[in-house]
């Protein structure tokens, strides 16, 4: 009877759980099919890597943007109506870009963007929450941490997608060159930049299609509400926050997922910049080192879901922030492919990142988990704001001593994980079993 208490998925949840699981895969295909866009759309757009690290900032920007009303939504109504707005919103961003591509503006493509995180914004506020309410208490960040295990496998199909039918694909100019054919053959280059816009586009509206099909089968399935418990318990948004923001565990903990999501994108983002400056690489050669990075992270991630069975989740985030910070130091100072293999070793740092932080902030808010995840999301603006400052430092950062602007920038990566290094400390010492 015991083992039923504790199990990580009760049996009449299964097929709920699976579900909703699948749309961590979605949404990680949405990012890392996108991080690799930064480094494309400098190329073809001939912008700055601050300019061109814009779409990290609209693409988190939306997940700012959206969590509040995402999280008040869901708290109105319930789980399966947030997924499917979610949804929604998702789709009707990537169908954006064939009219941002056939106008052959930025701008678009950051409204594109900006639409289709609204979405996630819905998705991952809802399904977060949802996945730790299927089941006892005590297992929940393994249960959580067990659907956040395939969030990667949906991330490297999307760098699989970006690397293969995107990176290899666009016209093989380089930037100098296309700076010089901008003088002596305007018409040419903007040729060329529409082809390649074309061919940034179509992933995207072949994804917009499979977002659809996900959108009619949740319409079509039964899955589980609110309990008549939870509905009792439901009070004001208002009431809530107060609650929330007394709470210095959730608070400390969602200043942690700011540096956690920031450190990944940035890390994920300029990996590609990092092989190119560094090591002479070209674009989609950079791109399969990245996923290779990616692979590192699945298989720790299923590693560290292994071991929360015998560790607290603190004491293995606080090791693993340890690990980054040895890491990251590495991709700064050491020369050559061995820093690149640093940078590459920073992924299987940050597996259980996300979801150990999301589960230690929700650990016992029952009902106000709704509204809390929402700042959890809302925490994703790191990703938003932290890539453009590096973008910015390998701008105008001089070079000291050996050390290139590129390597520099990973200072800010470096400082991340000492933050969330002192937040794992810091929740281990707390009495709550975190």
């Given at each position: 009877m015991k083992n039923k208490k504790l199990s990580?998925?009760?049996?009449?949840?299964?097929?709920?759980?699976?579900?909703?699981?699948?749309?961590?895969?979605?949404?990680?295909?949405?990012?890392?099919?996108?991080?690799?866009?930064?480094?494309?759309?400098?190329?073809?757009?001939?912008?700055?890597?601050?300019?061109?690290s814009l779409v990290q900032f609209a693409f988190y920007g939306g997940y700012c943007f959206m969590a509040i009303p995402a999280a008040i939504f869901i708290q109105r109504f319930n789980y399966k109506k947030g997924i499917?707005?979610?949804?929604?919103?998702?789709?009707?961003?990537?169908?954006?870009?064939?009219?941002?591509?056939?106008?052959?503006?930025?701008?678009?493509f950051l409204i594109a963007y900006f639409v289709m995180t609204c979405g996630l914004a819905f998705l991952e506020t809802t399904s977060n929450p949802y996945i730790l309410s299927m089941g006892p208490e005590e297992t929940a960040t393994r249960r959580?941490?067990?659907?956040?295990?395939?969030?990667?496998?949906?991330?490297?199909?999307?760098?699989?997608?970006?690397?293969?039918?995107?990176?290899?694909?666009?016209?093989?100019?380089?930037?100098?060159?296309?700076?010089?054919?901008?003088?002596?053959d305007p018409d040419n280059l903007a040729r060329i930049q529409q082809a390649d816009l074309n061919t940034v586009s179509v992933p995207y509206l072949m994804l917009g299609t499979v977002v659809l099909a996900f959108f009619l089968l949740f319409a079509i399935s039964k899955l589980p509400s609110s309990s008549a418990k939870d509905r009792a318990q439901r009070s004001s948004t208002g009431a809530t926050a107060k609650r929330l923001l007394k709470n210095k565990l959730y608070i400390r903990s969602v200043i942690a997922q700011v540096f956690y999501v920031g450190v990944q994108i940035m890390v994920w983002t300029f990996i590609i910049q990092y092989a190119?400056?560094?090591?002479?690489?070209?674009?989609?050669?950079?791109?399969?080192?990245?996923?290779?990075?990616?692979?590192?992270?699945?298989?720790?991630?299923?590693?560290?879901?292994?071991?929360?069975?015998?560790?607290?989740?603190?004491?293995?985030?606080?090791?693993?922030?340890?690990?980054?910070?040895?890491?990251?130091?590495?991709?700064?100072?050491?020369?050559?492919?061995?820093?690149?293999?640093?940078l590459m070793a920073i992924s299987a740092c940050m597996s259980l990142m996300f979801p150990t932080i999301y589960g230690i902030a929700l650990k016992g808010l029952?009902?106000?988990?709704?509204?809390?995840?929402a700042g959890l999301i809302l925490a994703i603006g790191g990703g938003c704001l932290m890539p453009p400052l590096q973008g910015l430092l390998i701008d105008k950062a001089v070079w000291v001593d050996a050390l290139s602007s590129v390597r520099i920038s990973f200072v800010l990566p470096l400082l991340c994980f000492i933050v969330i290094a002192t937040f794992g400390r810091w929740a281990g010492k707390l009495k709550t079993g975190s």
């Open positions: 990580v998925v009760p049996r009449t949840l299964i097929f709920p759980f699976i579900l909703v699981t699948m749309l961590f895969a979605l949404w990680g295909f949405a990012n890392d099919i996108t991080n690799p866009m930064v480094a494309a759309f400098k190329n073809i757009l001939l912008i700055s890597n601050f300019e061109s499917l707005v979610g949804l929604a919103l998702y789709s009707a961003g990537c169908l954006l870009f064939i009219p941002a591509g056939n106008a052959m503006a930025f701008w678009a959580l941490n067990l659907s956040q295990a395939f969030n990667p496998i949906g991330s490297l199909t999307g760098m699989l997608v970006a690397k293969e039918v995107i990176l290899s694909r666009l016209d093989p100019h380089t930037e100098a060159e296309r700076i010089v054919m901008a003088s002596a190119e400056s560094e090591l002479g690489m070209s674009k989609s050669t950079a791109q399969g080192y990245n996923m290779v990075a990616m692979g590192m992270f699945v298989t720790s991630r299923f590693i560290c879901t292994f071991l929360l069975k015998y560790f607290k989740p603190s004491v293995l985030l606080t090791w693993l922030a340890a690990g980054g910070v040895i890491f990251t130091t590495g991709a700064i100072f050491i020369h050559g492919m061995t820093g690149l293999y640093c029952g009902d106000d988990a709704k509204l809390a995840s």
